[in-house]
């Protein structure tokens, strides 16, 4: 079975993305499946390059056992097209920045992380930024959800 190379990708790179890359690691890890995945996370906003997740989403993620402690945050680059075989984007929003950015031939791997399944209205990941800490379990199971049939279509 091959490598999958996964970015996932939202505004900030400090809510939504990260979540992403911790859950999609814990369900990838809970279905013996981590040595078929690379995972990393980025943002199309470069606000807070260099800084940890939110502490609402790192609290939100400790709860289900995921720890997000050690990731940083960093802004998608042209390499990023290059190097990862998905760029998920967690809401049409960036979906459609990244579209604007990427090279040509790279344009098919710019998907939406709720993909197929979902019906067009359900495929954003809502921004939790700007609300309280209840919007980050929702975010939480949305992304649990999302990250299990994103695994199943993969393997
Ligand atoms: P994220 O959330 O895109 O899920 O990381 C946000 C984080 C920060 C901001 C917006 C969204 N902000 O405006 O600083």
């Known amino acids: 079975m091959s490598l999958h190379r996964l970015l996932f990708v939202c505004l900030g790179n ?5 979540i992403a890359q911790g859950v999609f690691a814990h369900v990838a890890a809970k279905a013996g499946k981590s040595a078929l995945f690379e995972l990393d996370s980025a943002g199309t906003a470069a606000w807070h390059v260099g800084n940890p ?3 609402r989403a790192q609290a939100a993620a400790l709860k289900r056992g995921i ?3 050690d990731q940083r ?3 998608v680059a042209s390499q990023d097209f290059e190097t990862f075989d998905m760029v998920l984007a967690m809401d049409r929003h960036n979906h459609a920045v990244l579209l604007d950015i990427a090279p040509q031939n790279c ?3 710019v ?4 993909g197929p399944g979902y019906e067009p209205i359900q495929r954003d990941v809502p921004d939790p930024y700007f609300g309280g800490e209840e919007g980050f379990d929702e975010v939480l199971n949305l992304i649990e959800a999302g990250s299990r049939a994103l695994l199943t279509r993969l393997v």
């Open 53 to 55: 997740p939110d502490i």
């Open 73 to 75: 945050a960093r802004q």
């Open 67 to 69: 720890d997000l402690s």
């Open 111 to 114: 998907q939406l992380f709720l």
């Open 14 to 18: 400090i809510c939504r993305s990260p």
């Open 107 to 109: 344009t098919d791997k």
